[in-house]
């Protein structure tokens, strides 16, 4: 079982940037898909932004040109690059894995992290 640990986040002021990571047991991590999803107070939880094991990156309109994902598979550890941060950015982040064992799909979630973005 891959087992997923986000770095803590924390309180950013308005246009400021915080770089989350996600650390990853196991050895399928090169071959698998790494995201991000944040769920706000009182909201759903929602895409932010994908990176495939060919290093293509998708991201949500509201984070686009913002953020960054990325990966260091010699690491086991994914990234968020969040930059120009704003207050709608508040919300607990959670990374996700997307892995394929034993001709099945496995989604593993980190345990999440709260960003707060003060004005």
């Known amino acids: 079982q891959v087992h997923l640990v986000e770095s803590r986040g924390g309180l950013v002021q308005l246009g400021g940037s915080l770089r989350l990571s996600c650390a990853a047991s196991?050895?399928?991590?090169?071959?698998?898909?790494l995201s991000w999803y944040r769920q706000a107070p009182g909201k759903q939880r929602e895409f932010v932004a994908v990176?495939?094991?060919?290093?293509?990156?998708k991201y949500a309109d509201s984070v686009k040109g913002r953020f960054t994902i990325s990966r260091d598979n010699a690491e086991n550890t994914m990234y968020l690059q969040m930059n120009s941060l704003k207050p709608e950015d508040t919300a607990v982040y959670y990374c996700?894995?997307?892995?394929?064992?034993?001709?099945?799909?496995?989604?593993?979630w980190g345990q999440g992290t709260l960003v707060t973005v003060s004005s």
């Open positions: 996700k894995i997307l892995y394929r064992d034993n001709g099945k799909y496995v989604d593993v």
């Open positions: 990176v495939t094991s060919g290093d293509s990156t």
């Open positions: 196991g050895t399928i991590f090169s071959t698998a898909v």
